[in-house]
């Protein structure tokens, strides 16, 4: 194993290109950050939403922060400096909470479309069986499932050995970059990546597909227009994450090839690293009657405190 390794080049040699592309970068940052962390405060502190759609929200926020993190702070670092290192255990980390939270988007984005399912095609039986305890128990096998997949990844990876060429030709350490590095035979750990993704993403997509089969056909018999749009608006922000998601995911891992330039597979990787947290929240939130209503609830609190203490101060 080598001691560093050296990450990419610059995204471009232009300066200015470099530092507008930095604190357009740092601000998605603090931004996504600041909406995810709003969704789970909005969330635990107003009983209202204490329910297992936004229980499910705010582990989605979670694991937006947990990949923001990750990938982000060191992607400032490779705009700005001239081909950064990192150690290999420090590469290691990031390809383990690289690899969790993707994993764990892609099974809880098929729990909230069972939610849904069970919402739309369901209704009398929804609180019967998706109730806090099941909820809990369906999250908690997400991110076991994920953590489990993630840390199989990362063992494999340490057991290369790595001689040769020390420059990962990304912004962060994915798994394809550093088995292009390895002096060893990787077919294995690539059959091994192959049949992992299939109950890690395959499955996931496929429930998911289902799901919406059923909902869809549900909807379509609703006899009134009105009914099937408030039918339809309950699952379509979950819809719109689900299609960027998966699809920004298959691009870059399904149907990646070897003449694909770096920089459009840069900006593939950007998409579901960088922007699909920053827009997840606009996404659920923007439409949302609940969520707007609590923060108006807590916004009317904090007036009403300050300017209690606005009285008391005179």
């Known amino acids: 194993m080598v001691e560093s390794l050296l990450r990419s080049n610059r995204f471009s040699n232009n300066k200015k ?67 950064p290192s990192i150690s290999f255990s420090g590469c290691i980390t990031q390809l383990y909470f690289f690899g969790l939270p993707v994993g764990f988007e892609c099974f809880l984005l098929t729990v909230m479309s069972y939610d849904r399912y069970l919402a739309i095609c369901s209704p009398l039986h929804y609180s019967s069986i998706m109730n806090q305890a099941f909820s809990v128990k369906l999250i908690l096998a997400s991110w076991l499932l994920s953590c489990s997949i993630s840390l199989i990844f990362a063992i494999s990876i340490c057991q290369l050995h790595f001689c040769g060429p020390n420059t990962i030709d990304h912004f962060f350490c994915d798994l394809e970059p550093l088995l292009k590095l390895s002096c060893s035979d990787v077919t294995m750990v690539q059959i091994e990546a192959s049949i992992i993704s299939i109950p890690d993403i395959v499955i996931p997509f496929i429930l998911t597909v289902v799901s919406y089969m059923y909902i869809v056909v549900t909807i379509v018999k609703i006899p009134s227009f009105s009914g099937r749009l408030k039918s339809f608006s309950t699952c379509s922000s979950h819809l719109a994450v689900v299609s960027m998601y998966y699809g920004t995911l298959t ?42 209503e609590a923060y108006k609830n807590i916004v009317y609190k904090q007036r009403a405190y300050f300017s209690t203490l606005g009285l008391r101060f005179r």
């Not at 920089?263 to 969520?291: G, Q, W």
């Open 17 to 83: 290109f470099n530092i507008c592309l930095f604190f357009m970068l740092l601000l998605m940052y603090f931004l996504t950050l600041g909406e995810n962390f709003l969704i789970i405060i909005l969330v635990s502190y107003n009983k209202s939403l204490h329910s297992p759609m936004y229980l499910f929200l705010t582990q989605l926020s979670v694991s937006d922060i947990m990949l923001t993190i990750d990938i982000v702070p060191n992607m400032l670092n490779i705009v700005l400096n001239e081909r």
């Open 251 to 292: 691009i870059m891992y399904v149907l990646r090839n070897e003449d694909q330039s770096q920089i459009i597979s840069r900006i593939l990787a950007a998409m579901y690293t960088v922007l699909t947290p920053f827009l997840n929240p606009f996404i659920y939130c923007l439409k949302n009657k609940d969520i707007k």
